[in-house]
């Protein structure tokens, strides 16, 4: 029987031109953002300014993590303690943590079979919250136009989480450029890697400037290039908190030269996507996610349901997978493990009976598909998925 040696976590070595640009940062000894020379616009700025343009956003603020983000972009919008915020159920914890961290409540949202958030009980809640904090949960993309008509008709305003969907877009519109606010990851696991890092991206100019001021100008507001008229802060600068978390000039270094292979890498992704998906295309049992015309998705992981599948029989699916070194995630153990994208395990939120969410999440798996695997790795580790189904299946 074959075995597969490869590591889900490994990520590859970052591009020499990365690692170029960090040694000269490091030459300097300026690190932090606003330590510039005379006539410098910086590492941070520029980034800033690609990341902007990249996405179609007028504005981006560079930040220290994804998680981070989030909960600026709550604060910026100016969600108050004790108010709901509506959110995917099947997410991962920095969500519901954003929500947590400035005292508001994450009011659930159940997920389809596709992973994506449900659009009927979005609906449904919608009366009760005026934010929704969306999450592209592993990269799958809802009918944005769908959801863009419901908030809009309730007033709701949307913050994307898009940290599995950077590089993505429906209907030909970026990932992150739906909502009044983007928000996105460059850890380590994420399609961008500075270890830590995250963006914030935006059109609205109030909304930049109060995000540059929480992230901790120390009034250096004239140092951003990807920033609204000087006017803007002047409204909001003694009234911000500094809730410190930029992005300092190392880690904006060895991104810039990422972001430049990003979409190259996002054809590198689909490849090995594509390759797993059509091995189990047709196995009796499994049941794939449907990737709709108008997504362009970033196949950076990879989910697949067992459906009629017991809890005795997926746990032993997934052991014998991992004896043959297939690591798959199951969202449906008892105990989370390595991953935190069970909500009835966030004990700090109100409890909320998800029905629908957890028969789905239940009978779903997840590997993540690293650029380190070939081609030819991923049609090793999808035959033995197939083998290990097909056996239960016809025993
Ligand atoms: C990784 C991740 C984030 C942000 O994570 P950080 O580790 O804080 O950068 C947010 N949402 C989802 C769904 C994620 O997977």
């Known amino acids: 029987m074959e075995v597969f040696k490869g590591n889900f976590t490994q ?5 020499q031109d990365a690692i170029d640009a960090a040694v000269n940062v490091l030459n300097t000894g300026r690190l932090h953002r606003y330590n510039l020379k005379e006539g410098d616009a910086g590492e941070v700025s520029s980034l800033e300014l690609e990341f902007a343009k990249s996405i179609g956003a007028d504005f981006c603020l560079a930040v220290a993590s994804g998680g981070y983000a989030l909960a600026t972009a709550l604060r910026a919008i100016d969600v108050k303690p004790a108010q709901k915020v509506l959110t995917n159920a099947f997410t991962l914890a920095p969500v519901p943590g954003a929500i947590a961290s400035i005292n508001a409540v994450p009011l659930l949202v159940e997920v389809t079979e596709n992973l994506t958030i449900d659009l009927d009980d979005l609906e449904a809640k919608a009366s009760q919250s005026k934010v929704l904090l969306l999450s592209h949960m592993r990269g799958h993309i809802c009918d944005m136009e769908k959801l863009m008509e419901i908030t809009n008709r309730h007033g709701i305003k949307v913050i994307e989480d898009c940290a599995h969907t950077m590089g993505a877009g429906w209907n030909d519109k970026p990932s992150g450029s739906y909502g009044v606010i983007g928000c996105f990851s460059t850890q380590t696991y994420k399609h961008l890697n500075s270890g830590e890092g995250g963006f914030l991206t935006t059109n609205d100019p109030l909304i930049i400037a109060k995000s540059i001021a929480l992230s901790g100008s120390y009034m250096m507001f004239d140092k951003h290039l990807s920033a609204p008229e000087k006017n803007m802060f002047e409204a909001i600068k003694y009234e911000t908190p500094n809730i410190s978390g930029r992005m300092d000039h190392l880690r904006a270094a060895i991104l810039r030269p990422q972001l430049k292979e990003l979409d190259k890498n996002v054809i590198r992704w689909n490849e090995r996507y594509r390759t797993v998906e ?4 047709d196995v009796e049992g499994i ?3 449907e990737r709709p015309g108008k997504e362009r998705f970033v196949g950076s992981s990879f989910q697949f349901l067992l459906k009629d599948f017991a809890y005795l029989e997926i746990q032993s699916l997934v052991s014998s997978c991992r004896n043959r070194g297939v690591e798959l995630k199951w969202f449906g153990k008892d105990e989370p493990h390595g991953f ?10 109100p409890d909320q009976k998800m029905a629908k969410s957890d028969k789905i999440i239940n009978s779903t798996l997840d590997m993540r598909l690293p650029l380190t695997f070939s081609v030819e790795d991923c049609r090793v580790i999808a035959t033995i998925i197939r083998q290990e189904v097909e056996a239960r299946i016809t025993s």
């Open 287 to 289: 049941f794939l996610i």
């Open 340 to 349: 935190t994208s069970k909500y009835d395990s966030w004990k700090y939120i």
């Open 11 to 15: 990520q590859e070595p970052l591009p």
């Open 278 to 281: 059509a091995i189990l295309q």
